[in-house]
């Protein structure tokens, strides 16, 4: 039996949401999705009201998900130009340079600036409706004017995080066939400089753009290509104060984002516009009980869907004071984080588990030593956190007083879908706990036939809710076949779960080959590519292992070309060239030299065995006997590399 930790009757009191209203929201939101989304959809603007709320089909020879369809709005008018009337010198935005020295407060009248100039800009670069968008940017204001510029233009954003290379930036620059990069000279993380304008430049050898637009963040040494490339600054100068919001269709698309699958390949994930601003933003107000007055800080980067949702999308839809953080978090010390929320009276604070867990690492002297008596919520997003995390969470950093909302949710699914409602859920640690409104989570087993009661399988979601994708950008193919194939009529997540006997659910983790390190997604069919593209290499196969900070590390098994010889130089080498190819993010942890990977006689990989060796369980490695070499299987385990 876990521990219970009761809703405080405070916190219930003081809550938008107590269990009651809960239980009798949740009823209502699943009985009559029509009727219930039709009343919340109005939390937005629209310019046509719609009069369709719901049509939606997870038949795989006819999936399609549209929401509000006939409706007409614009999302940046949502998220800025509504809120001037009301509350213009509010606080929209408050940004926390990596420079503790550093911040600016910019109020929803000033975005509405920034918003416009930035679109001005992009118009005059050429930018239409529908043209696609790449942006590769640091954590400064600038990615949110430039996110709500393109939703104001009715152009499609696809971030690309600044970890990832000038490969995989050219990727997905092709990918959605962007005409526009914008970028930054550097970024700054931690004290130490990023190359973003140079990682465009190489990226767009290879994947050609008309233009790139440069914030200057750094002023550091660039080079700036005449007719092509385009200081922000400058043509800011010259943009017009007031760019008309475009009418778009509920349909149309929002942004598209790249997210690791199980095959090589990333997937253009693509949201659209008034069904994923209703969730985003309900979500947002109810998941972390958001109340007028509230400074809330959720530490992702844009370049995740957590960014785009809930530091831009969710947050500025509800005229929400949202804090945006531009360092990491142990830099100048282990306490920046509660420094910060000193700092700026941080009242709702999500993160994830690995900052969490690395935080904890340094030691409780970092925290105690920060008031954080603002402090009303905590938050916990990417991975299952382990129990361990999660009091040290609760108990050190919130001393107890703030409830955990431990969200579970994915890039696909647009918004939260299983957690916590602060003044309603009795929290127990390690578990999401129940369905969000109007999400109908269920366990299947590998039939799909739906288990009941307390059970563990597979998680699919049953019924369709606003803010879910709508295709693989370029290839509904793929959509359909990633998660409306494997269990007929369900959206299958790919995360194994268990259901506890209050109904309460625990994600175990994936069951596809995608490993999530640091809460981030990685695709092993990606990083095994990225290394056989590698002179000296042959044969390669990964998976993930258990990572006291990462939650999972990923580890490489490599056979060499004949002739090539095992050294730790080599191993540097190809950790750099994972490196070069992916991003740093994509970095192996450690790599083992095998002769020979374990293969069935029909030559398939048996990743199965090759996980239970990095994870330690040699005495349960299952039947091996229809390996063509079983002897490999001993080699392996008597060379395999130790846990870092
Ligand atoms: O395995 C689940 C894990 O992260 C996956 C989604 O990754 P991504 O699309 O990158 O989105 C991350 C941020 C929403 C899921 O399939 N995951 C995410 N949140 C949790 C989680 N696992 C357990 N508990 C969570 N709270």
Redesign the pocket.
Known sequence: MSEVYPVPDAVASAALIDNARYLEMYEASVNDPEAFWGEHGKRLDWIKPYSKVKNTSYDPHNVDIKWFEDGTLNVAANCVDRHIATRGDQVAIIWEGDDPSEHLEITYKELGQHVNTMAGVLRNAGVKKGDRVTLYLPMIPEAAYAMLACARLGAVHSIVFGGFSPNSLAQRISGCDSKVVITADEGLRGGRKVPLKANVDKAVETAPVDAVVVVKRTGGDIAMQDGRDIWYHEAAANAPDFIEPEEMNAEDPLFILY?SGSTGQPKGVLHTTGGYLTYASMTHQYVFDYQDGDVYWCTADVG???GHSYIVYGPLANGATTLMFEGVPTYPSPSRFWDVVDKHKVSIFYTAPTAIRSLMGAGEEHVKKTSRSTLRILG?????INPEAWNWYYNVVGEGRCPIV???????TGGILITPLPGATALKPGS?TRPFFGVQPALVDAEGQILDGATEGNLVILNSWPGQMRTVYGDHERFVQTYFSTYKGMYF???GCRRDEDGYYW?T??VDDVI?VS???MGTAEVESALVAHPKVSEAAVVGYPHDLKGQGIYVYVTLMEGEDPSDDLRKELVKWVRQEIGPIASPDLIQFAPGLPKTRSGKIMRRILRKIAEDSFDNLGDTSTLADPSVVTDLIDNRQNKS
Not at 406 to 412: A, F, L, R, V, Y
Request: aromatic content about 12%; cysteine-free.
């Open positions: 997210t995740w869907v957590t916990s997003v990417g991975e299952p431990d969200t579970w949710w994915q890039t696909e999401a997540t790919g995360d994600i983790g994936r999530n809460g981030h997604r």
